[in-house]
């Protein structure tokens, strides 16, 4: 197994600071699009890939879910995640999101947040996913949107006095790792073009619900920086539905 950026302390304490992870859901700019596309969840069987601080597993719990089982490779990140969850339909597995296993059909929902572009081929999990969902089952994930991943570093260009010029896009069809440059640290990403995401959905069994470009809400438009969010896609939502397999002629 591999391991995971956020175990470092430096990185893990730089990423604590922020709004997500001190305020939770709210604290998220993307929430209020994603929270639109997500499925009815009483009485469902919940997985969350990649889960973090459990955010979204207590969510599902909080809205009747059945059980919710959140992964992560981080074993700080699960730490977090217990101290935050007081349900006890939910639990938390360590694992590297790209490798685990399950049943078939053993769950009836399947989300993951902002942990896709961290794995080197997303089809091949859409296609264990599609596997591990009940029929009519939901996927919904957020991801980098690949304008941000494509050139790399995920840094403004400036002038000289640091005035925003614009945002680099580059390499947008070469895919494949990226060493990106987030709270001041490089870490390893993965860029994928948006038909690798949604055809990808599609060759794997899907039917797209949703696809969805959030943009920052007006509650946030006070914090530094947030307006200049507007001036070029950071996240790509997506949701889609079990198809049944075609039958063999």
Known sequence: MKNSKYDESRFFDKYAQMDRSQKGLSGA????????IFPELSGKRVLDLGCGYGWHCVYAA????????????????LE???KRTHFSNVRYQKGDISCVEFPQESFDVVLSSLALHYIEDP???FQKIWSWLSPQGEF???????????????EWYRDENGKILHFPVDRYFEEGPRQA?????????????????LEGLLRSGFELLHVKEPKPPESMMNIPGMKDE????????????????PAKQ
Do not use: C, I, N
């Not at 909080?62 to 990140?77: F, H, N, P, Q, T």
């Not at 919904?140 to 995920?154: D, N, R």
């Open 230 to 245: 507007l001036r070029r896609p950071m996240m790509l939502l997506a949701a889609a539905r079990k198809k049944p397999r």
């Open 62 to 77: 909080e809205r009747g879910a059945k059980s919710v089982l959140g992964v992560d490779l981080s074993s700080r990140m």
């Open 123 to 125: 089809e091949r999990l």
């Open 80 to 82: 977090e995640a217990e």
């Open 140 to 154: 919904l994930f957020s991801v980098e949107h690949p304008v941000f991943t494509a050139y790399g570093s995920q």
């Open 29 to 36: 700019g993307e929430w209020e699009t994603f929270r639109e």
């Open 181 to 197: 440059v987030f709270l001041g640290e490089t870490v390893e990403k993965y860029h994928r073009t948006l038909t690798s995401y």
